[in-house]
């Protein structure tokens, strides 16, 4: 079992920037990969941002260029850099590892931009 506890979530302002933080507690070296998703009131929860065990990265189409994940293996941690934050994107941000088939998630963080 591997137990994800995110970080760093709140309230920003448009334009604002924010940095999500995913601690794991074991070893994020073997994870095929590690994820970040979202879901908005009323929507489907959506992937963000996913890096692989060899560090490519993907991001969906709205985030493109706005926000930077990466990892830090040594410390076991994901990170989402989130820039030039706009309302959209307003979610509940959950991180995920995937280990084979296996799919673990955190509890997820509130990220709230409104003025």
């Known amino acids: 079992q591997v137990q994800l506890v995110e970080s760093g979530g709140g309230l920003v302002q448009p334009g604002g920037s924010l940095r999500l933080s995913c601690a794991a507690s074991?070893?994020?070296?073997?994870?095929?990969?590690m994820g970040w998703y979202r879901q908005a009131p009323g929507k489907e929860r959506e992937l963000v941002a996913v890096?692989?065990?060899?560090?490519?990265?993907n991001y969906v189409d709205s985030v493109k260029g706005l926000f930077t994940i990466s990892r830090d293996n040594a410390k076991n941690t994901v990170y989402l850099q989130m820039n030039s934050l706009k309302p959209e994107d307003t979610a509940v941000y959950y991180c995920?590892?995937?280990?084979?088939?296996?799919?673990?998630w955190g509890q997820g963080i509130q990220v709230t931009v409104s003025s």
């Open positions: 995920n590892a995937r280990y084979g088939a296996e799919h673990y």
């Open positions: 890096i692989t065990s060899g560090g490519a990265t």
């Open positions: 074991g070893t994020i070296l073997s994870a095929n990969a």
